[in-house]
């Protein structure tokens, strides 16, 4: 038997609250096989992480970013993974408590997804599709195919 | 929408209204609960969770600005300005 050594799909998720955090990494939970879900705390140390990647380590497929973190908030966060070449086409989704109109124009501006977080378990299982939508065809389909 | 009118509405209806349209004001834990406050035109829900952001414990409404106190560490100026 051979076994499929093909590497995970990384989702990359950064939010200050730690049941929120949780939440995400539970929602993905189903899909354990091909994707791995890598956390941050806040928006210094996403980036930390996000520009430790250029140089060495596969992208991930997608960003999944809160906007109200501490040191730095997930709209400069984002401002600044469209600045960085090798992550500027990386799908960044804004995952927030807010529902502010002007929060969704910075989202559309920067060509990003925005989500807001849920309040139940239909919704929680719609917004884990919705993640999922956001990455491109190739990767969908990798998520979600079933294991053997 | 009246307070009134909101809380004879089916759960679902009301959650989804409360995800339209409804201004998260923050969250507070007790014991093994976590709670969600938010504000709804001039009147207040507060969602307890048994399963946080997934099973609903139960639902409270309140016109009255008391619901805010176990919130207010959480509330930023511009908030209280509105």
Known sequence: ?148 | MRMSEFADLPLSKQIGIIYQQGVYVGKSKKGQFIKLLFQLEYFYIEITYISYRLSIYKMRYSEATSILDPYLDQIGVEYLVM
């Open chain 1, 1 to 148: 038997m051979i076994k499929s050594t093909t590497p995970k799909n990384i989702v990359f998720y950064a939010d200050d609250d730690t049941d929120d955090l949780e939440l995400v990494q539970d929602a993905f939970g189903k899909y354990t096989n091909n994707v791995e879900v890598v956390t941050a705390k806040d928006g210094v140390q996403a980036l930390t992480y996000l520009q430790s990647l250029q140089e060495h380590a596969p992208a991930p497929c997608l960003i999944i970013l809160d906007i109200n973190m501490p040191l730095l908030n997930g709209k400069d966060v984002l401002r600044k993974i469209k600045e960085m070449p090798p992550l500027a086409a990386v799908p960044v989704v804004l995952f927030t408590t807010s529902s502010s109109p002007l929060d969704k124009e910075f989202a559309k501006k920067y060509n990003a997804g925005f989500i807001t977080k849920p309040l139940d378990v239909a919704q929680m299982g719609i917004i884990t599709a919705l993640f999922i939508d956001h990455c491109s065809d190739e990767i969908k389909k990798n998520i979600r195919k079933q294991p053997n």
